[in-house]
């Protein structure tokens, strides 16, 4: 991409007064964000050679954090940013501009991460061949005899620390992916095999590399570690560990001993957090030594890794206190202003690693406190704009803690083709990520403490007992799924009573030769709904205004959004109990109804599905992504005792 190109991009995110008006409101991992757009890849590469561009894990941390902004967010100029950084290296094919895979080096494969993303939202080929090659690397990369990755070719019989982040969430989101079961041993082994030989018992720090061989010089000849527990080294292993458990399958046998490893390593960060910044220093063990300083790529790794871990129930929830303190650290001692809407971060590493030429890196804390500590380092932004989006998740309200929200598998089941070529379940699923998927619509869900599930077999009542909200999506026709379930009326009896006891039920249904609608209503009908058997909103094109219902002042549910989208829809008739939540030129678009102690809400379209909340499509104007939320917010007051 040409640097003008970017430039016009950039000059969308708004330089204007009103601009600087939101500066309050941009959280930090946005901030940070533009502020990479903006300065780091301005032809959207890094690290420039003589040569040009080259690939590089530098350029994977930061797109890691983007794609964690962007998921906060929904604003779909982040997920831009992330394509058409990885577009600038790949052809049709899926060649990689200046990546070699005979140079076995581990960290090439970090940007994998970013490729995968690509390829689960956008399903282009391209993204899919490039990452088999990253695949196929990991699968050949040289082993130590016991069977752990060396860092890089020019370094056998090595494993560092950093190459375990680079690796093994790649290797763990692919083997997910594609269904290769037995590569979870070997990631799991890779983790255990670096702990067994890198930690050191009296601390419960890893030191920064391991020599199996004990040939290099700056390995202890007894057993083969460096000299020094690096900062970054423990930052990359934690994240590491976090985002490989992502993807690591809970019923496999060495889930618990990766969760063992975690809590041990947590508990070692912790025991070296400094006690008056709140961050961490630069060599962990040696806070008082002349020349060491508190190091801002290491401290926002930790803090991402503790609250990460937190969150997902990996961490106990003391855990939290540390990475609150970390926080509130890394903003008072690493974080400066740098005009409307931006922020630098100072005080990272450039880099550190271990032996190499011309000039040899022996592991001394003389060498690691030589390298250049510099602003807007890659892996320092990278890191903290992670961090700084799970800590702003960990801090928003959570008024939906406890409570589960399970989505029909059943009346809407459906089959693609999926990478293996096998058939798997898509449409309107928690766990999709492209277009059609709710990957987004349950993190609203997740980031308001409400638990997601999925339900797949018929809805009853003692099925349904564990849920407080139950959605039902686009009910499937005979030309979508062979042998499709249809609603009937022991399956609304059954909803009904659940929802008259409480439960609060979401009806998103679509327009009619999209869905099955006659029999469905059967459902609907028990609450004083129907849908019609009709098409309203039909778009030509890009044309979204006609796709357009404004929201007016004061609705009920939609608290902040002012207009959406929502494109070929069935209308609805309501009657008592049912009343309109939102009308449109005389069309009931939403419709309420109280059933005893539950709630129903209905609309005439799946709606909330990624391709019209994710921000890659839709005009700025049009709030699908704020309604989203609203919906999400007022869903969870309708639970008895929610209010």
Known sequence: MKKSLLYTAVALLGFSISAQSLFAQKKLSEQLTLTAMETLWQDTTVLKGPKGPRWSYDMGVVLEGAAAVWRNTGDGKYFKYIQSSMDAYLDKEGNIATYKSEDFNIDNIKNGRALL???????????????????????????????????????????????????????????????????????????????????????????????????????????????????????????????????????????????????????????YQDSKSGVWWDILDMPTRQGNYLESSASSMFVYGLAKGVRNGWLPQSFMAAANKGYAGLKKEFVEKAGNERINLTKTVSVSGLGGKPRYRDGSFEYYISEKVITNDPKGMGAFICAAAEMEVATLPKPGKGLTVTVDNFFNNEYMTGPTGDKIPFHYLWEEDDNNGFSLFGKVFNDAGVKTATLKSAPTTANLKGSNIYIIVDPDTQKETANPNFMNADHAKQIAEWVKAGGVLVLLLNDAGNCEITKFNTLPELFGMKFNEDSRNKVQGSNFEQGAVKIPAGNAIFKTAKKVYIKEISTIVAKSPAVPALTDNGDVIIATAKYGKGTVFAVGDPWFYNEYIDGRKLPEDLENYKATNDLVNWLIKQVPGKK
């Open 117 to 271: 993303l690509l390829y689960k939202v956008t399903g282009q080929q391209k993204y899919l061949l490039a990452v088999n090659k990253l695949y196929n690397q990991i699968k050949t990369q040289p082993r130590t005899k016991e069977g752990g990755f060396w860092h890089k070719k020019i370094y056998p019989n090595q494993m560092w620390l950093d190459g375990l982040y680079m690796g093994q969430p790649f290797y763990a989101e692919y083997a997910k992916l594609m269904k290769k079961d037995a590569d979870f041993d070997d990631i799991a082994n890779q983790f255990i095999w670096m702990e067994k030989n890198a930690r050191d018992a009296k601390t419960g720090l890893l030191y920064h590399g391991y020599d199996e061989s004990r040939e290099e010089k700056w390995a202890d000849k007894k057993t083969g570690l460096s000299p020094n527990f690096w900062g970054r080294a423990m930052g990359w292993y934690i994240m590491a560990l976090v985002d490989v458990l992502d993807n690591f399958p809970k019923e496999h046998p060495k889930y618990k001993e990766l969760l063992a490893i975690l809590n041990r390593t947590a508990a070692a960060t912790v025991k």
